[in-house]
């Protein structure tokens, strides 16, 4: 069976699915948008990443197209479609379509829904985590809310070509007192020089992970002290090892920073634990 997208209340052909030319999210980039990872056709970190899209349209004062449960018929539905069982599952959810002006629709329109699912090889991610990435570090350039998990993706975007144009896998961005934030669509780790696990504590201005809260508890019961302090980015080249979390990527070692090599320039032992910890629970915990 091909490939099937969910595009507000009815499923199509992947390539017959399509939003209005005035729909907001592609003119303004008015919407949000979530990411689950699928092990055996479940959804992993169900709730957390439920929760944090009803929180990004509350913030946004963007309609919920439906309530929670008959949304996540939809994504199971999808999922279903597409024969996923390893994968990934998006939603994008905009302010609706209207005639161009900037402020709200009024009278207001129903949002547009779009949900989508995908296989991913594992086996070839898996010898990736098992060989390591290499990360750059790029300036901060993005907006004082990157909280909501927004469609508006530019300066990520940019951010990842760049990383893509010098061989790495990830770009972590740097504010103005050098500290890194976060990764293009992952949140950065670094067991620094005194093997201590850290990572951006979420009053700075990032997106608060759900792959990174979830590693933050099982880190603890594992007994690995977590720190949520920002880092430089000469810390992280001086750290002992690297890692970034997203559900794109679970825990993916990193191997070097700007050309430096991270530790022995091998994915570290605390890094290799923590990707089979968040693995394991993830697969269990998937629904
Ligand atoms: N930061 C950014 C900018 C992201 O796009 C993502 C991926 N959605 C993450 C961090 C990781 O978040 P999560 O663990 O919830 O996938």
């Not at 199509?12 to 948008?33: I, K, L, N, S, W």
């Not at 990443?49 to 913030?59: I, V």
Request: charged share 25%; glycine share 6%.
């Amino acid at each position: 069976m091909s490939r099937q997208a969910y595009v507000n209340g009815h499923f199509y052909a992947h390539g017959d699915a399509m939003v209005h030319v005035e729909d907001r999210g592609f003119q303004f980039a008015d919407g949000v948008y979530e990411v689950w990872a699928v092990f055996d056709g479940k959804l992993a970190d169900f709730k957390g990443h439920m929760d944090r899209l009803e929180r990004s349209l509350d913030e946004l004062r963007i309609d919920r197209p439906m309530s929670r449960a008959a949304l996540t018929n939809v994504l199971r539905e999808t999922v279903r479609r597409n024969r996923v069982r390893d994968g990934l599952c998006y939603i994008q959810i905009t302010r609706g379509q209207a005639r161009r002006d900037h402020p709200f629709p009024d009278p207001p329109v129903a949002p547009s829904l779009i949900v989508t699912s995908r296989s991913v090889d594992q086996a070839s991610a898996a010898a990736k985590a098992l060989k390591g990435v290499a990360v750059v570090t790029v300036p901060e350039t993005r907006w004082a809310r990157c909280d909501i998990k927004s469609v508006a993706l530019l300066p990520n975007i940019l951010a990842k070509q760049a990383a893509k144009e010098k061989g790495a896998a990830e770009a972590w961005f740097v504010d103005d007192l050098g500290l890194v934030t976060e990764g293009s669509s992952t949140n950065a780790w670094i067991v620094d020089s005194e093997g201590v696990l850290r990572t951006r504590d979420t009053n700075a201005n990032i997106l608060r992970g759900i792959t990174r809260h979830n590693l933050i508890d099982l880190a603890h019961e594992a007994g690995i002290e977590v720190s949520q302090r920002p880092f430089s980015v000469e810390e992280a080249k001086q750290a002992k090892e690297a890692f970034f979390t997203a559900a794109s990527a679970f825990v993916m070692p990193v191997i070097s920073v700007d050309g430096t090599k991270i530790g022995d320039g091998k994915p570290g032992p605390i890094t290799s634990k923590l990707r089979t910890i968040y693995l394991e629970n993830a697969r269990s915990a998937a629904v």
